[in-house]
T-cell receptor
């Protein structure tokens, strides 16, 4: 099956700093990637759709100036949490779909962000 | 707006038991439905994908069914094992939501040895 990686897997940062999370599709190209956030014991909440070569589209209630998304190539999307605060601490997961009739999505292993 | 619900929220069964997880969705206009497994602190592993034109898919001890008209899907796990313990999530791609997955609330499964 298709493989999606994320880096880093865990990051601890101080309040006020920025953190970048990378999402890579290792063996396929993805013109679209998705970024999710997951709080403990809750389901995934879609934050934004990352579009290669164009601006990301954000879900309602997600601050685009706080969560910067860049999709510079067909295999890499990055999420930067700017001026992080403790309430940004969460599990961030990306996914990339295989285009075609099935449109099956493959997920990265996630990044645990802790803001102190 | 599509809403996806999973019942039960949590389930604990003894090893060897057959079990059924339920997923319901409010808008039947979907492209497909996907079942995932998530271990604590980990990402999602795709288990089965059912296209809207299909009624079921099987992989090993897993069988997923889809009744699009009633907005329901079930995931059947045969002869459960402790290694099956995880959270199971269903998700749909709706025809009105572009390419986005809408996730269910999840079922936390514990299989006791």
């Amino acid at each position: 099956g298709a493989v999606v990686s994320q880096h880093p897997s865990r990051v601890i940062c101080k309040s006020g700093t920025s953190v970048k999370i990378e999402c890579r599709s290792l063996d396929f190209q993805a013109t679209t990637m998705f970024w999710y956030r997951q709080f403990p014991k809750q389901s995934l909440m879609l934050m934004a759709t990352s579009n290669e070569g164009s601006k990301a589209t954000y879900e309602q209630g997600v601050e685009k100036d706080k969560f910067l998304i860049n999709h510079a190539s067909l295999t890499l999307s990055t999420l930067t949490v700017t001026s992080a605060h403790p309430e940004d601490s969460s599990f961030y997961i990306c996914s990339a779909p295989l285009t075609g009739a099935l449109y099956e999505q493959y997920f990265g292993p996630g990044t645990r962000l802790t803001v102190t | 707006k599509q809403e996806v619900t999973q019942i039960p929220a949590a389930l604990s069964v003894p090893e060897g038991e057959n079990l059924v997880l339920n997923c319901s969705f409010t808008d039947s206009a979907i492209y497909n439905l996907q079942w995932f497994r998530q271990d604590p602190g980990k990402g999602l592993t795709s288990l089965l994908l059912i296209q809207s034109s299909q009624r079921e898919q099987t992989s090993g001890r897993l069988n997923a069914s889809l009744d699009k008209s009633s907005g329901r899907s079930t995931l059947y796990i045969a002869a459960s094992q402790p290694g099956d313990s995880a959270t199971y999530l269903c998700a749909v791609i709706g025809k009105s939501s572009g390419d986005k997955l809408t996730f269910g609330t999840g079922t936390r499964l514990a299989v006791r040895p």
